[in-house]
């Protein structure tokens, strides 16, 4: 496969498929600096995997599958992998559109700022003022938002614009553990640390006027962004499916111990199926909370405002998707790790780090046909949380934020050093690569006003 921005990674040793990178020169220097190469290949090991072993252009070394893979697989002959989907089940981006601009906000920023920031709770362990019962908890595993419309926290035409109507069907409360719903029960409508936040942006630049019309944004208008997942929940149900099929099929004919396994015909597959789903319901639940207390603190603070989603796209996953392979339909079972879904005519959302841009984008039949629908699903990190602590500077980054007239609410300074723009890959290269090969294209630009991160 020759083409400017692909780099095939030609089947060797045991390998089932090519493995392809998506990425320019420039961002291949850091994909091919830690371990996402030998990643990729170890993906293209495993038993039923269809075409090949993708990686997305902010790949990055990730727990078994590098974060930006994508991989398929055939329901008979493949498997279903935890590290393929990752520890923070569909974490993903909720986009919110307002009625206000630019002008409206003027004044209000900080006590905005504040107000989220007390309204929202984030960073470690922090527990919600939202609280349920088991019952009701199993409920949400199984219903996602539409059990929220009952609770009165979501409105019936918020299902229409989230990724499969906020409600993944094929879940089942009963395969996830009392432990992981212990973790799970008090975290309903909060952020979490490291890398989730909440953003109130701008929108600086329009590309697609028609379909900017379509979704009804404007130069200027304020949209807020939030990037959150499953919490303590989704995490457990990683852990303890990576050790039910540690205990069932054992590391030894593994090309990595953190690639474990089951077939996606087996029962132990089935039941891993069922328990992601499920925690991928609580984490659409999660951003539909954070929705409704923004929704408060905006009408507090602007009594005329309306707050609607635009969209909301999972990241970590594994979906029955169908694709046409070699002339034919079938289904398959795609992982999605750290990459987001680009179908025809949907809302793509890609971030970009704390006080950088992000782009709202549209998906295309070329991803439908080319990478299993998929795309980038952010900037993607090229430094560590550690080396950030030790090797960036703290005036520096609050200068920077100043300069850019950026508020910043954070649980810690050391948080705002691991959440750095330096410790990402550079955004507007990212969207040159998937905007170049026609995995995704640019509908408007967002630039930050305020940034609340965990």
Not at 3 to 18: H, Q
Request: aromatic share 6%.
């Amino acid at each position: 496969m020759k083409s400017k921005n692909i780099k095939e990674i030609k089947k060797e040793g045991k390998m089932k498929v090519p493995g392809i990178i998506y990425a320019s020169e420039k961002l291949l220097k850091s994909i091919e600096n830690d371990k996402t190469t030998n990643q990729i290949k170890n993906v293209a090991e495993l038993p039923g995997i269809l075409k090949a072993s993708m990686a997305m252009p902010d790949a990055h070394r990730g727990y078994g599958f590098c974060i930006g893979g994508v991989a398929a697989f055939d329901l008979k002959e493949g498997v279903i992998s935890p590290g393929g989907v990752g520890y923070d089940i569909n974490c993903g981006v909720r986009l919110l559109k307002t009625n206000l601009t630019l002008k409206d906000l003027k004044g209000k920023e900080k006590k905005l700022s504040e107000k989220l920031y007390e309204k929202i709770p984030s960073g470690v362990g922090r527990g919600s003022p939202f609280q349920l019962t088991y019952r009701e908890l199993d409920e949400v595993l199984e219903k996602g938002v539409e059990y929220l419309i009952e609770k009165g926290y979501a409105k019936k035409e918020d299902l229409k614009h989230i990724e499969e109507g906020g409600r993944l069907k094929k879940s089942d409360s009963s395969k996830v553990s009392e432990r992981a719903k212990k973790r799970g029960i008090g975290q309903l409508g909060t952020l979490g640390s490291g890398n989730h936040f909440l953003d109130v942006q701008i929108v600086e630049e329009i590309f697609d006027k028609k379909i900017a019309k379509k979704w009804d944004l404007k130069k200027d208008q304020l949209v807020v962004m939030v990037h959150c997942g499953s919490r303590g929940l989704g995490h457990q149900v990683a852990s303890d499916y990576i050790k039910l099929m540690e205990e069932e099929y054992g590391i030894e004919n593994l090309p990595d111990r953190e690639l474990i396994n089951a077939p996606i015909k087996s029962k132990l597959g089935k039941d891993y199926l069922l328990a992601m789903n499920s925690a991928a319901n609580f984490a659409f639940a999660n951003r539909q909370i954070v929705t409704h207390w923004t929704r408060e603190v905006f009408e507090e603070i602007f009594p005329k405002s309306k707050v609607e989603i635009i969209y909301d796209v999972c990241h970590n996953i594994a979906k029955i998707e169908e694709y046409k392979i070699n002339g034919k339909k079938r289904k398959v079972c795609v992982h999605r790790k750290g990459a987001t879904r680009s179908f025809e005519n949907q809302p793509v959302l890609i971030p970009g780090s704390m006080g950088t841009s992000s782009y709202i984008l549209v998906g295309t039949k070329k991803a439908e046909k080319e990478t299993f629908g998929s795309t980038a699903h952010g900037a993607g990190r090229v430094m560590g949380r550690k080396n950030a602590k030790e090797n960036l500077s703290l005036k520096s980054l609050e200068k920077d934020l100043k300069n850019k007239k950026i508020i910043i609410k954070a649980g810690s300074k050391k948080t705002m050093l691991e959440e750095s723009p330096e410790v990402y890959k550079d955004i507007e290269e990212v969207i040159k690569v998937v905007e170049g090969l026609g995995i995704s294209k640019r509908v408007a630009k967002l630039k930050p006003a305020i940034v609340i991160i965990g």
